[in-house]
């Protein structure tokens, strides 16, 4: 294998994801994994909108839009009644897109095919050593890698961050539960929907079944049973919960895959250590409450890509920012779900914190905030300048012909003069899709950023001034 510029360990969707970024660059990478092939098991179920703003802003995701089993136009806060308001946020995408993980790593994976680039799977990381040129990766069964950089996107018990000795502060798990895919034979009567975590836990137990269609349920419970289990999830296991919870009215007829998960919450105090760099689960684990996970993740992917590229390419030296924008994003996306936690807890002073929580929850602005931080779609980057938009999400406009989604395909930075829309005249959008500078007067003269020479420069009189939610299929035409 030739020595690639950039060594990805773990191909999961935030590894996929870099990948694509890279390669649309056209930097040289290896994409390793341990697994011999894709497991086809999905722990998370859909994309959260700005994860879908960012897929879509380089094409990835209109092939999967023809697939998602379901949009929830609404997210939730720790299960409360309240809903989460996404069409509260400028998006083409006001909802979750109901599509399993493991589609999504499938269609990343063809995507990287189209390109040449193939996983290398049954390499299995063991060794790690960086010196001033690069780092040398080595693998059970002797295989070598030298790369320029590695990025470790190779999950919550990361190789790359051990053999790196990158800290992992935070706490362990205080319960532990199961996640199982399953047929069953459902008596139970009503309509089938999708259902929020039981807030009502019953003797310590708590379940959630939903249906992912083709008669497969997603069943998410804990109770005394399951505490202190490290093995492997049986189908006894689930068949007992489930009589337990429901009676005869929901009987196991076969248990698809399980896993275990708790609700330990860890962070990495770098996401930089010299060559190496840390992406998704590697770099933070917390409870899945909200469905935040796999987004962080491929928010993390999407913020490094053009970065790394940058700095290959050009020689611009923005890789120290990946840490400094990203490690806030994932503390405040670990302090939500600790938070959904206690307010979760079946406790009468608990339910006092409910009720008042429930109250904010209805003031426009509190809802918008809340929604923000659960979608990704409130994420602000610390950005030098004075206007409102910088550092803020560019909203994915329709220009008359075209969309700033549509120009930021090509992963480069754009300077946008918008004619007529009120929140300003010129932007120099990035290629993750933040503002780095804005201004309102049309005739403000364009500053020099490292790493935006190459930017496309587009003009439009057209109506700038609105964000079609992607139900109308507005760009399916383009
Ligand atoms: C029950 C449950 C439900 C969830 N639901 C959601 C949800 O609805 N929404 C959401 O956003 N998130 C959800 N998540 C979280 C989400 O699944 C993870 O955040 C996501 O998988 C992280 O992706 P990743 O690519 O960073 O890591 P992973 O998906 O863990 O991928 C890591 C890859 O690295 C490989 N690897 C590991 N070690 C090595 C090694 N030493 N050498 C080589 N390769 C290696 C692995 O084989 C794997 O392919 C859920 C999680 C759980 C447990």
Excluded at 224 to 250: C, H, I, K, N, S
């Amino acid at each position: 294998m030739k020595n690639p510029d950039v060594l990805i360990v773990g191909a999961g969707p935030t590894g996929l994801l870099l990948a694509a970024e890279l390669t649309l660059a056209g930097v040289p990478i290896i994409v390793v994994d341990q697994a011999l092939r894709r497991s086809g098991q999905s722990k998370a179920l859909t994309i959260q909108p700005r994860s879908a703003e960012i897929l879509h802003s380089r094409g990835l995701l209109e092939q999967l839009l023809d697939e998602v089993v379901e949009r929830l136009p609404a997210g939730h806060f720790a299960g409360l009644e309240v809903p989460l308001e996404y069409a509260s946020w400028e998006t083409r995408f006001p909802c979750q897109l109901g599509i399993p993980q493991a589609r999504i790593e499938e269609h990343l994976e063809q995507h990287l095919a189209t390109y040449g680039v193939q996983v290398a799977r049954g390499l299995t990381l063991t060794g790690l050593t960086q010196d001033d040129d690069g780092v040398l990766a080595e693998f059970d069964g002797g295989t070598t890698i030298r790369a320029g950089w590695v990025v470790g996107c190779d999950g919550g018990r990361s190789a790359v961050r051990k053999l790196s000795e990158i800290a992992f502060p935070g706490r362990d798990g205080r319960f532990s539960a199961v996640v199982a895919d399953v047929v069953v034979a459902d008596n139970r009567p009503g309509p089938r929907g999708w259902e929020l975590p039981s807030l009502v836990p019953r003797e310590g137990a708590v379940m959630s079944i939903l249906p992912l269609g083709d008669g497969v349920y997603r069943a998410l419970f804990t109770g005394p049973d399951q505490q202190g289990l490290t093995g492997e999830v049986t189908f006894d296991e689930v068949a007992r919960a489930l009589t337990g919870w429901y009676g005869d009215e929901v009987v196991l007829q076969e248990l698809r895959w399980g896993s275990r998960f708790t609700d330990a919450v860890r962070q990495a105090a770098q996401y930089r250590k010299g060559r190496v760099f840390l992406a998704g689960d590697a770099a933070h684990i917390h409870s899945p409450t909200g469905g935040q996970g796999m987004n962080l993740g491929l928010q993390d992917a999407f913020n490094l890509g053009w970065k790394l590229a940058a700095y290959l390419k050009d020689g611009v030296d923005l890789l120290d920012s990946y840490h400094a924008e990203r490690h806030p994003v994932g503390a405040a996306v670990l302090a939500n779900t600790r938070a959904q936690g206690v307010l979760m807890v079946p406790d009468d002073d608990v339910a006092c914190l409910r009720e008042i929580f429930v109250e904010l929850m209805q003031l426009p602005s509190a809802n918008k905030w809340l929604t923000g931080l659960v979608s990704g779609l409130g994420v602000r980057y610390e950005l030098p300048g004075e206007h409102a938009l910088t550092g803020q999400r560019m909203p994915d406009l329709d220009l008359g012909t075209t969309s700033v989604a549509d120009l930021l395909r090509a992963g480069r930075h754009l300077r946008l003069e918008l004619s007529d829309w009120a929140e300003a005249a010129r932007v120099v959008v990035r290629p993750d899709g933040y503002v780095l500078w804005a201004a309102d007067e049309p005739a403000a003269e364009w500053p020099e950023f490292a790493g935006a020479g190459q930017a496309l420069t587009v003009r439009s009189k057209a109506s700038a001034a609105a964000v079609t939610p992607d139900s109308e299929r507005s760009f399916a035409a383009r």
